[in-house]
């Protein structure tokens, strides 16, 4: 669905035979709506917008800053893991990732401190952290370079366009649940509440989590008839 199929559809719902909404309006309502569900959807299932990125994280270096270019060359939404490949850049079967834990950047991390803890760095001898959005560390500091693989979701950019799809054109069986949001929200407006966004924000997401839920159990269909 694109962004004026949503409005179309909207407008449809709401009966709006005339021009209620300005179109700045129309358009800021279908960018908020399709926000929402991007952030449910990925927070409940992640796998609709994971995307997978490999660098170099460089010897000596404290921490590196992913919105650079030789990095994810922006700013990431959500980090989903951090993975160490031993020998090169390309996965293969004698270079597999293997996973580095996280640690919360609240832990004290300084090489020099982390003897407080003899049991800080036993698991695995490297461990990953973000602090503020963009800044990723590896701990303690790598005295070589260590190619990563990294699995993490972007943020979602804006309906710029008409023909713009939802959701990054991904997850399209949530499609009809931005235009749902959508609906609910210019409802709201037109009642002069606000008392039904902390309400909506939940509603959201329990519909994503069912959606999610019946798809995990529902019976595997190898192959069904259309007759």
Same mark, same amino acid.
Not at 92 to 101: K, V
């Given at each position: 669905?694109?962004? !004026?199929? #949503?409005? *179309?559809?909207?407008?449809?719902?709401?009966?709006?035979? +005339?021009?209620?909404?300005?179109?700045?309006?129309?358009?800021?309502?279908?960018?908020?709506?399709?926000?929402?569900?991007?952030?449910?959807?990925?927070?409940?299932s992640p796998s609709h917008?994971?995307?997978?990125?490999?660098?170099?994280?460089?010897?000596?270096?404290?921490?590196?800053?992913?919105?650079?270019?030789s990095y994810l060359n922006e700013r990431p939404y959500r980090m989903l893991a951090v993975q160490q490949l031993p020998s090169g850049s390309?996965?293969?079967?004698?270079?597999?990732?293997?996973?580095?834990?996280?640690i919360s950047?609240?832990?004290?991390?300084? !090489?020099? #401190?982390? *003897?407080?803890?003899?049991n800080v760095w036993q698991?695995? +001898?490297?461990?990953?952290?973000?602090?503020?959005?963009?800044?990723?560390?590896?701990?303690?500091?790598?005295a070589s370079a260590i190619d990563l693989r990294v699995r993490w979701i972007g943020h979602l950019a804006n309906l710029a366009a008409g023909s713009t799809s939802l959701l990054g054109g991904k997850a399209t069986e949530f499609h009809d649940l931005v235009a749902?949001?959508?609906t609910k929200t210019?409802?709201?407006?037109?009642?002069?509440?606000?008392?039904g966004v902390t309400e909506l924000l939940i509603w959201i997401g329990s519909q994503v989590e069912m959606a999610e839920a019946s798809r995990e159990v529902a019976p595997r269909v190898i192959f069904e008839s259309p007759y």
């Open positions: 669905m694109t962004r !004026d199929e #949503l409005i *179309t559809l909207a407008k449809f719902w709401l009966d709006e035979r +005339g021009n209620f909404y300005s179109t700045a309006q129309l358009n800021t309502a279908a960018n908020f709506a399709n926000r929402m569900v991007y952030r449910a959807v990925a927070n409940q917008f994971a995307q997978i990125s490999t660098f170099a994280y460089p010897a000596d270096t404290e921490k590196v800053d992913l919105s650079g270019g390309t996965v293969s079967a004698t270079n597999r990732p293997q996973t580095i834990e996280y950047p609240n832990t004290n991390h300084a !090489d020099d #401190l982390a *003897t407080e803890d003899p698991s695995a +001898g490297l461990y990953w952290t973000m602090d503020t959005d963009v800044d990723l560390y590896l701990l303690p500091m790598p749902a949001v959508m210019l409802q709201q407006k037109e009642r002069n509440s606000d008392q």
